[in-house]
């Protein structure tokens, strides 16, 4: 293993977990979790690239218990990215290259990407909800009002999931675009002090 490859990726998995996903996100044991699968990745990788094993074997296990991991806690479709950039900068940082330039710059590039494609200021007003509703509408334009209503946005796709008439429900997949959307951390309240 390429000690500057190592270097390179503790201080990506660190800007990425660190830098990127968790102040966004703010959950602590998603960061802990990239943290701690990107090291082992490195270590495992770097084990299968000198043993006999077959590395194919060594990344179908991390396949295996990457699933069983993903599927045991709700994670977004944008948290699922990170999870797995982090897996892959293991992988990148634990084999050699030649050149060795090429794993190092893939985990740059995989940092770069994650930054960018994930970035707030990147579609940031879209929004995406299931909603049910407290009365059951059946008219589309109708129904098309009143989700805008309710969410002070404009509607660019729903789905009708469910319209239950003897409940009076409506349930509703909506895609939405927020009309100002709030920023991305909000400023403190400053209250008055009196004396």
Do not use: C, K
């Not at 966004?24 to 960061?31: A, D, I, K, T």
């Not at 293991?90 to 494609?117: E, H, K, N």
Request: proline letters at 4%; charged letters at 15%.
């Amino acid at each position: 293993m390429n000690p500057i490859s190592l270097g390179l990726d503790l201080v990506a998995i660190v800007v990425l977990a660190f830098g990127v996903y968790f102040r966004r996100y703010r959950r602590r044991e998603v960061m802990v979790a990239m943290i701690g699968l990107n090291v082992a990745v490195v270590a495992v990788s770097a084990v299968l690239a000198s043993a006999s094993v077959g590395l194919g074997l060594g990344l179908g296990l991390f396949g295996v218990l990457s699933i069983i991991r993903l599927r045991s806690s709700e994670l977004s479709h944008a948290e699922v990215a990170y999870y797995f950039v982090s897996l892959a900068m293991g992988l990148l940082a634990g084999l050699t290259f030649d050149p060795s330039w090429i794993g190092q710059s893939m985990i740059g590039l995989l940092v770069a990407v994650m930054f960018l494609a994930d970035h707030p200021a990147l579609l940031g007003g879209y929004r995406h909800h299931t909603l049910t509703l407290d009365r059951a509408i059946t008219d589309e334009l109708e129904l098309r009002t009143a989700v805008g209503a309710l969410l002070g946005a404009d509607i660019r796709r729903f789905t009708v999931q469910r319209i239950d008439l003897v409940r009076n429900v409506t349930v509703v997949d909506v895609r939405y675009r927020v009309r100002t959307p709030a920023p991305l951390t909000p400023e403190p309240a400053h209250e008055a002090l009196t004396h």
